[in-house]
C-alpha cells in the first residue's frame, strides 16, 4: 500500500509500507560485496517499487518488464538517475526466466528479489529457485485467497484472463513452494510476503496461517469487497467459494485445501 509519494524532477515516486519491511530485514541478513536486487514485473520503476530504494543506495540490479509504455517510463528515469541497473523490456515465462539471468549474468546467489508479474508467479518462482537462492524474497501473493486453501495461477503461452482475482497465487500455495526449495515464510505485508533461505534466518518462522492474520485483521480495499466473506467463510465454504467464482475460467490453476 502506498504511504508516501514525492517528486524527482519530473517523475512521481510511489512509496509502499513493504519498503519498511525489506529494510529492516536487509539489516539482519549478510549482503554481498555488492548487493544485487533482481525486479520481476517492475513496472515503471518508480510505482510502489520494492527495489527502487535499494538501487538509490548503490545497488546494483535487474529490471525487468514486459509493458512497453511502462517500460519507457522506467528507462527514461533508469537511465538518468541510476544509469548502473540493468533493465530489459521482456516477457518473462518459466521456460526463458533462467536463459534471461543467464545473460544478464546474475549470481546464483544474490540479495534480493522482487516478484509481481500478476499471472503465473508461481510457477515462475519454482523455475527460478531451481536455479538460484536470492537471500530475501518478496513476492506478492493473491491476498483475497485464505489459508488453508492452495491457488496458483499456472503458465500457458496464451495466458491471459479477464476473471477478477484470477492471478498469482494463494499464502499457502507460496508456502508450500517455501518449504521445497528451503525458505521459510516470515512475514506478511498485505499482499507482499516475505521469505529468507533457511539457513540464513534469523526470524521466526510463520506458517501461512500465522503470516495472514496481517491481512484478515488490516484494512481493506475497496476493490476486494466481493471477496471479503471469504473470511468468515469455513474452508468448505470458501472452497465452493472459489470454485464457483472461478468456474468459468479456462486458464489453467490449482485450487486445493490442504490439512
Same mark, same amino acid.
Given at each position: 500500500?502506498?504511504?508516501?509519494?514525492?517528486? !524527482?524532477?519530473?517523475?512521481? @515516486?510511489?512509496?509502499?509500507?513493504? @519498503?519498511?519491511?525489506?529494510?529492516?530485514?536487509?539489516?539482519?541478513?549478510?549482503?554481498?560485496?555488492?548487493?544485487?536486487?533482481?525486479? !520481476?514485473?517492475?513496472? #515503471?520503476?518508480?510505482?510502489?517499487? #520494492?527495489?527502487?530504494?535499494?538501487?538509490?543506495?548503490?545497488?546494483?540490479?535487474?529490471?525487468?518488464?514486459?509493458?512497453?509504455?511502462?517500460?519507457?517510463?522506467?528507462?527514461?528515469?533508469?537511465?538518468?538517475?541510476?544509469?548502473?541497473?540493468?533493465?530489459?523490456?521482456?516477457?518473462?515465462?518459466?521456460?526463458?526466466?533462467?536463459?534471461?539471468?543467464?545473460?544478464?549474468?546474475?549470481?546464483?546467489?544474490?540479495?534480493?528479489?522482487?516478484?509481481?508479474?500478476?499471472?503465473?508467479?508461481?510457477?515462475?518462482?519454482?523455475?527460478?529457485?531451481?536455479?538460484?537462492?536470492?537471500?530475501?524474497?518478496?513476492?506478492? @501473493?493473491?491476498?483475497?485467497?485464505?489459508?488453508?486453501?492452495?491457488?496458483?495461477?499456472?503458465?500457458?503461452?496464451?495466458?491471459?484472463?479477464?476473471?477478477?482475482?484470477?492471478?498469482?497465487?494463494?499464502?499457502?500455495?507460496?508456502?508450500?513452494?517455501?518449504?521445497?526449495?528451503?525458505?521459510?515464510? !516470515?512475514?506478511?505485508?498485505?499482499?507482499?510476503?516475505?521469505?529468507?533461505?533457511?539457513?540464513? #534466518?534469523?526470524?521466526?518462522?510463520?506458517?501461512?496461517?500465522?503470516?495472514?492474520?496481517?491481512?484478515?485483521?488490516?484494512?481493506?480495499?475497496?476493490?476486494?469487497?466481493?471477496?471479503?466473506?471469504?473470511?468468515?467463510?469455513?474452508?468448505?465454504?470458501?472452497?465452493?467459494?472459489?470454485?464457483?467464482?472461478?468456474?468459468?475460467?479456462?486458464?489453467?490453476?490449482?485450487?486445493?485445501?490442504?490439512?
Amino acid at each position: 500500500m502506498i504511504i508516501d509519494q514525492f517528486q !524527482i524532477g519530473p517523475y512521481q @515516486i510511489h512509496v509502499n509500507s513493504s @519498503i519498511r519491511w525489506i529494510q529492516n530485514y536487509l539489516k539482519e541478513l549478510p549482503l554481498s560485496t555488492q548487493p544485487l536486487a533482481l525486479d !520481476i514485473g517492475a513496472h #515503471n520503476g518508480l510505482y510502489q517499487s #520494492n527495489s527502487l530504494f535499494l538501487y538509490f543506495q548503490g545497488w546494483h540490479g535487474l529490471c525487468l518488464e514486459k509493458d512497453p509504455q511502462r517500460y519507457q517510463e522506467l528507462v527514461s528515469f533508469y537511465s538518468e538517475y541510476l544509469p548502473w541497473v540493468q533493465h530489459a523490456c521482456q516477457e518473462i515465462t518459466p521456460d526463458t526466466i533462467v536463459s534471461c539471468l543467464e545473460q544478464n549474468q546474475i549470481p546464483q546467489q544474490f540479495d534480493f528479489l522482487s516478484l509481481d508479474i500478476d499471472s503465473y508467479d508461481a510457477d515462475l518462482l519454482k523455475r527460478l529457485l531451481q536455479h538460484y537462492q536470492p537471500s530475501l524474497i518478496c513476492a506478492e @501473493i493473491n491476498e483475497v485467497i485464505p489459508p488453508p486453501i492452495a491457488f496458483a495461477a499456472h503458465y500457458a503461452s496464451d495466458w491471459q484472463s479477464t476473471t477478477p482475482h484470477f492471478f498469482g497465487m494463494s499464502l499457502t500455495y507460496l508456502a508450500e513452494i517455501a518449504a521445497n526449495f528451503d525458505y521459510q515464510l !516470515i512475514g506478511l505485508d498485505f499482499n507482499n510476503a516475505f521469505l529468507v533461505r533457511k539457513e540464513l #534466518n534469523p526470524w521466526p518462522h510463520l506458517s501461512a496461517v500465522q503470516a495472514y492474520k496481517n491481512y484478515r485483521e488490516g484494512l481493506k480495499p475497496q476493490y476486494n469487497l466481493d471477496m471479503h466473506d471469504l473470511l468468515s467463510c469455513s474452508s468448505t465454504e470458501a472452497m465452493a467459494f472459489l470454485k464457483y467464482h472461478f468456474k468459468q475460467e479456462i486458464m489453467p490453476y490449482t485450487l486445493k485445501l490442504r490439512a
